[in-house]
């Protein structure tokens, strides 16, 4: 495994990131503390989650598996750097209840709790945004933070799904105040048939130190080869990937980056990652695997290097937006 510095921070973190979102909803406890113990073993440290992961009735589901998998001991929590996240609603299903979810201080304070119970520790390494919340001030939610580093609950603090001038101004109002580190991190929707976030949100993070994490670096499985286990497998394409190939030309744009990949001898998913891993700023896509054939798959991107002219094939079928603001500007 190769790692890498989290953005302007000293933190090392592995260059793959577990994704365990999965876990519960279609892995079960036995098979998702399986697929930890095997990305630890393969030098993976840095493993995602949130507190809605579980989702509906048994959100806070994830967090338990992961929980009971440290409490397994082996120094499983030492060696991972683990980051989980906060925005959703926590409460009972049916009609929501005040402060149960977002971003104030009071549902800061209660949500990394809940948390730190489900998770079996007693700190979380990187405590995440999982969205901007447009009715709380920058500086209640610092205020929070700062308590709870203090208390030695949280060590860093991240984002998710942030805009590039929500990051300027955590950051900004972080710097104002004295004393709190700001945002270093930021996960974000980015792969090749999705380069949006090259406009402001990547620019931001690298003007500001923050890692970025892309989460769905397949799109989906829309770059996973989806085409060739249609035709070969009878495998239909479900949610995101079957809406891109019902565009014909989308459906033109897969099968041309499926065939510059079989080409050069190279599997769609592992290339995917791989791009992912040569450009400015990134960290570390989120994998999330529901096997452990899906983790080995992901685990040799990390060793792949692209050519020169695969590179620029990929970059002709996906164009970038191109520089910012001369992509939008002029």
């Known amino acids: 495994m190769k790692y890498t510095q989290l953005g302007r921070t000293g933190l090392k973190v592995s260059r793959l990131v577990l994704g365990t979102m999965n876990f519960g909803p279609q892995t079960d406890e036995a098979d998702s503390h399986a697929i930890m113990d095997a990305a630890l073993d393969a030098g993976i440290n840095y493993f995602d989650t949130a507190n809605v992961y579980g989702w509906g009735e048994n959100k806070g589901r994830t967090e338990s598996i992961i929980g009971n998998w440290f409490a397994q001991g082996g120094d499983r929590r030492e060696r991972t750097v683990l980051a989980t996240k906060v925005y959703g609603n926590m409460g009972a299903e049916g009609e929501p209840w005040p402060n149960q979810d977002k971003l104030s201080a009071l549902n800061i304070r209660r949500a990394v709790d809940a948390s730190l119970k489900r998770l079996q520790t007693d700190y979380i390494d990187i405590y995440q945004f999982h969205h901007v919340d447009r009715s709380t001030p920058f ?48 996960q974000c929707l980015y792969n090749l048939a999705e380069r949006r976030a090259e406009m402001e949100v990547i620019p931001a993070a690298e003007e500001y130190g923050l890692g970025v994490i892309p989460w769905s670096p397949l799109h989906g499985g829309l770059l996973g080869g989806v085409i060739k286990k249609e035709v070969e497998g009878g495998r239909r394409a479900s949610g995101r990937a079957a809406d891109a190939l019902a565009d014909t030309a989308q459906r033109a744009r897969i099968q041309a980056y499926e065939d510059l990949l079989e080409k050069n001898g190279l599997e769609p998913g592992e290339a995917a990652l791989a791009w992912l891993l040569t450009r400015p700023g990134v960290t570390g896509p989120i994998v999330g695997p529901r096997t452990a054939e899906q983790l080995a798959s992901a685990l040799r991107a990390v060793e792949l290097e692209l050519s020169q002219e695969v590179l620029e094939g990929l970059d002709e079928i996906f164009p970038g937006p191109g520089p910012s603001p001369e992509a939008f500007a002029w």
């Open 139 to 186: 500086e209640e939610i610092w205020q929070a933070i700062d308590v709870l580093v203090r208390q030695g609950k949280i060590l860093y603090v991240g984002s998710s799904n942030f805009p590039g001038y929500k990051i300027a101004q955590a950051n900004e109002i972080a710097a104002r105040r004295g004393g709190t580190i700001g945002l270093v991190s930021e």
